[in-house]
């Protein structure tokens, strides 16, 4: 089993519509949790990071945890073309040196006009 | 300079040629990071530093990749006699402090594409 893991996609939606995306992770010490946008032949960049259950909202974007499932989850509200990318969701490594960030496969969404 | 930068930012090299690759971290950031990511996966971790002090090595494939940041700053990672398999794009990323602060954003480069022929 990956320590963090993600469908690969692509997820097709429509204009306009909700994009659903999920993350799945094995380590029940994780505290907190980030999603990277990373547009084809680009750099990761951060969307939002969560780390109390629940929700939360920033824009278009919502993300929600669930620590007894070990789950995360980002919704992309009102989805529009240039959300089309791969993202990322990314667990930073409690008591490793640094904290390193073990990342998913990413799930690319395709936003069709 | 406003973001972490990368040179080159590709990089073609025959199989056996050593190739080194640089990283700019954000100014003052403690932490800097190493990834590597193959076509269609995510990044994979290769090395931390924090400071001078490389902390975690435990993602270099092999003693062929070495990495270094003698002054806290520039780092350098060095890949010797290169294999086609070495070919991905290598990621540095830089956060503002070091082990502990989970919840700082990790800052990426561009990037660097190695192709190995």
């Known amino acids: 089993q990956k320590e963090v893991e993600q469908n690969s996609g692509p997820l097709s939606v429509p204009e306009g519509a909700i994009a659903s995306l999920n993350c799945t992770y094995s380590?029940?010490?994780?505290?907190?949790f980030f999603w990277y946008r990373q547009y084809s032949g680009k750099s990761p960049e951060l969307i939002m990071f969560i780390y109390s259950n629940g929700d939360k909202e920033d824009g278009r974007f919502t993300a929600q945890l669930n620590k007894a499932s070990q789950y995360v989850s980002l919704l992309i509200r009102d989805s529009q073309p240039s959300d089309s990318a791969t993202y990322l969701c990314a667990v930073p490594k409690e008591g490793a040196a640094g904290n390193k960030l073990t990342f998913g496969g990413g799930t690319r969404v395709l936003v069709k006009p | 300079g406003a973001g972490v930068s990368q040179s080159p930012r590709y990089k073609v090299a025959k199989r056996g040629q050593d190739v080194a690759l640089r990283c700019d971290p954000i100014s003052g950031h403690v932490s800097l990071f190493w990834y590597q990511q193959a076509l269609g996966q995510g990044p994979e971790f290769l090395t931390y530093?924090?400071?001078?002090?490389?902390?975690?090595k435990s993602g270099l494939p092999s003693d062929r990749f070495f990495a270094e940041r003698p002054e806290g700053s520039v780092s350098t990672l060095k890949i010797q006699r290169t294999q086609q398999e070495d070919s991905a794009v290598y990621l540095c990323?830089?956060?503002?402090?070091?082990?502990?602060?989970?919840?700082?954003?990790?800052?990426f480069g561009p990037g660097t594409r190695l192709t190995v022929l």
């Open positions: 380590d029940r010490g994780s505290q907190s």
């Open positions: 530093f924090q400071n001078e002090a490389q902390l975690d």
């Open positions: 990323a830089s956060r503002f402090r070091g082990t502990g602060y989970s919840t700082d954003t990790q800052y």
